[in-house]
């Protein structure tokens, strides 16, 4: 065997702590078993299915598309979303310092926090919390600090010391479906500011409500001080593969977040942007009344699970259910695991959410159909039910697939 000539080389460390995503985990293997396939009622996906009109790209200057544009994103856009929030959430927005633009709430979240972020700086997560926020952090130089699911905001002033540099909120709340009222946001903004600390709100679920259940972060604070505020149209609208979302906060932070922008991103997609701005309201009186669908059909199967046995954790909004499934003797990740590879049911483990979610599982009810969806319920209940589970199976399946187990704690790559 001969001796290779160079040193061997290493990953950061950084990048070798933070695991995969684990619902983006799950729905590759989904991925790959439809490919080969497979039918897979699949829960798992962050996502809601619209019947979205098409207006074609023939009234925009395509050419122009084909180019960089503003890196705050195009103004036009801006001034829709601006009053769209003043409209709907009764929160003005200065479409010229006050927001950007991006591919994506993902990465704009994370430019928040490295905007922000001192090493060591800590960061409040109410669980069950998307999954991304803790490696965030980490990455961001900051230290993550988890308050359980069980937790009302009136709780949370234990958490809060002289190292606490923000606190991040889902809401509407990915995966439970809780808006968080006014009173709770005012008392936690108040709570926040007073320490000298921000409060980062992700906001990507807010066309997903029943009602008046949703209050802006912006209407809390009109003036943004001490406010971050993360959303996607990408997801609001149901283009998610379009990859648009947007930060609204005051100029300094603004600022701060377009520096990054410019040097991480650029610019997001220019023609999309130009395709969003000039349909944004024709889009959304197809969109609005969609995504009030899906939370009424969320709700419906709320009722459906209460009444074959399967609690869930309290919630309005969103098109995410999560499920109590801490009767089953074993991890979410057995459970979703087994539940994928011998009955073709995609959901995402608690774990994902936080270190006190193990117990439940996170199912999504906008992409199948009512009856999908209760039979695949059935089926859940009742290997929840009989404990029922298959390690051979699963490493068979995983081998099929050219698939690793889910490594929580470091690299599959090694």
């Not at 080389?9 to 985990?25: C, D, F, G, R, T």
């Not at 700086?121 to 965030?136: F, G, K, R």
Request: charged residues 25%.
């Amino acid at each position: 065997m001969s001796v290779k000539p160079y040193p061997a080389l290493s990953l950061s460390s950084k990048v070798e702590s933070i695991p995969e995503a684990l619902s983006v985990y799950v729905n590759n293997l989904i991925y790959g078993m439809k490919r080969r396939g497979d039918r897979i009622t699949t829960l798992s996906l962050g996502e809601a299915y619209f019947d979205l009109p098409y207006f074609g790209f023939e009234d925009i200057d395509f050419k122009s598309g084909y180019h960089y544009s503003e890196s705050l994103g195009l103004l036009d856009l801006r001034k829709k979303i601006s009053a769209f929030y003043e409209e709907q959430y009764e929160a003005k927005v200065d479409s010229h310092n006050e927001i950007i633009i991006s591919a994506g709430s993902k990465p704009l979240i994370y430019m928040a926090l490295q905007t922000i972020l001192e090493d060591g700086d800590e960061v409040l997560i109410h669980e069950p919390a998307w999954l991304s926020y803790p490696e965030q952090i980490r990455l961001a130089g900051g230290i993550p600090i988890f308050i359980p699911y069980n937790c009302s905001p009136s709780d949370f002033k234990s958490y809060i010391n002289t190292k606490t540099k923000a606190l991040i909120l889902n809401n509407p709340n990915n995966p439970a479906g809780k808006a968080y009222a006014e009173s709770e946001l005012r008392y936690l903004y108040d709570l926040l500011r007073k320490n000298g600390s921000y409060i980062i709100v992700d906001e990507a679920y807010s066309d997903f409500v029943s009602g008046d259940e949703f209050v802006s972060m912006a209407k809390i604070a009109p003036d943004k001080d001490g406010v971050i505020i993360v959303n996607s149209l990408s997801k609001n609208l149901g283009i998610s593969g379009w990859r648009v979302g947007y930060a609204i906060s005051s100029p300094e932070i603004i600022y701060g977040i377009l520096k990054l922008n410019q040097h991480l991103i650029t610019c997001a997609s220019t023609i999309l942007l130009m395709y969003l701005a000039k349909h944004f309201d024709e889009i959304l009186e197809s969109t609005l009344p969609q995504a009030r669908e899906v939370v009424r059909f969320r709700q419906e199967i709320v009722g459906y699970a209460r009444d074959i046995g399967l609690a869930t954790l309290g919630g309005c909004s969103t098109f995410y259910l999560f499920i109590d499934i801490s009767k089953y003797g074993r991890s979410s990740l057995d459970l979703a695991m087994h539940l994928l590879m011998k009955y073709h049911i995609g959901v995402v483990p608690g774990s994902a959410y936080g270190e006190s979610t193990d117990g439940f599982i996170r199912i999504g009810v906008g992409a199948e159909t009512e009856k999908d969806v209760k039979t695949a319920l059935d089926v859940i209940k009742r290997v929840v039910d009989e404990g029922e589970y298959d390690a051979t199976l699963i490493d068979t399946e995983l081998d099929r697939l050219n698939a690793h187990p889910f490594n929580s704690m470091k690299s599959n790559y090694q």
